[in-house]
């Protein structure tokens, strides 16, 4: 059973367009949504979080929408760089919660 | 860099073996989680460590056992390797046991399983 269900797999966007990436959840006690950035031949890298209590969280180019009733949220990029190109995880966990529920992943390309 | 080092960088095992894989955690953090990235997956959590004691298990066999040291660092050990156990193996600090807290993630382990 995969928790949280991420879209797409894979996302090729020109430089200076908007990136977006959806992602649904199950666990109605998930309280806390936060999405990864991970390069090649790294380990992935807190980016933004968002808690349900809030619809939307920017930080820079990059903001969180959350719709709590639909149980979905989805990253944002504005302005996409080619140094976005990287692989995003979005997550969710409970907050007194121990471990981090992954997405599968979306590989994003931003072209020159 | 996150401060968080993994060793090694890649293993090459044959099935049935035993593997132990280290984890340094970044200068201050008491806990030390660890996860299973398959190729072209999402990492899954395999457990988390907390001052030495085990604090959370996800859906991994027994055989996935760790170990917490007094510094803080951590080792994964695998036994009876299987085809399947191929994967990126990533550990991750944090301050404290709380997922909402940062967890810095190392580079990763590479294991192939022959």
């Known amino acids: 059973q995969q928790q949280v269900k991420q879209s797409p797999q894979s996302l090729i966007v020109q430089k200076g367009g908007i990136s977006i990436i959806n992602c649904a959840y199950e666990n109605t006690a998930f309280d806390y949504f936060p999405w990864y950035q991970q390069f090649p031949g790294k380990g992935p890298a807190l980016l933004i979080a968002?808690?349900?209590?809030?619809s939307e969280k920017k930080e820079g180019r990059f903001t969180i929408s959350f719709n709590k009733s639909a149980k979905q949220f989805s990253l944002h990029i504005m302005d996409s760089q080619p140094g976005d190109s990287a692989t995003y995880f979005c997550?969710?966990?409970?907050?007194?919660?121990?471990?981090?529920?992954f997405g599968k992943g979306t590989r994003l390309h931003i072209l020159p | 860099e996150t401060g968080v080092t993994q060793s090694p960088t890649h293993l090459i095992k044959t099935r049935g073996q035993q593997v132990t894989l280290r984890c340094s955690s970044q200068?201050?953090?008491?806990?030390v989680s660890w996860y299973q990235q398959a190729l072209g997956q999402g990492p899954q959590f395999i457990f988390q460590?907390?001052?030495?004691?085990?604090?959370g298990r996800g859906n991994f066999p027994p055989r996935f056992s760790g170990l917490q040291f007094p510094n803080y660092s951590s080792e994964l050990n695998v036994n009876a390797l299987e085809l399947d156990d191929s994967a990126l193996y990533l550990c991750?600090?944090?301050?404290?046991?709380?997922?909402?807290?940062?967890?810095?993630f190392g580079a990763g382990t590479r294991l192939s399983v022959l």
């Open positions: 991750a600090s944090s301050l404290t046991p709380l997922a909402k807290n940062i967890q810095y």
């Open positions: 200068s201050g953090h008491n806990t």
């Open positions: 997550a969710a966990s409970r907050n007194r919660d121990d471990k981090i529920i």
């Open positions: 968002i808690r349900p209590d809030v």
């Open positions: 460590y907390y001052r030495e004691e085990e604090n």
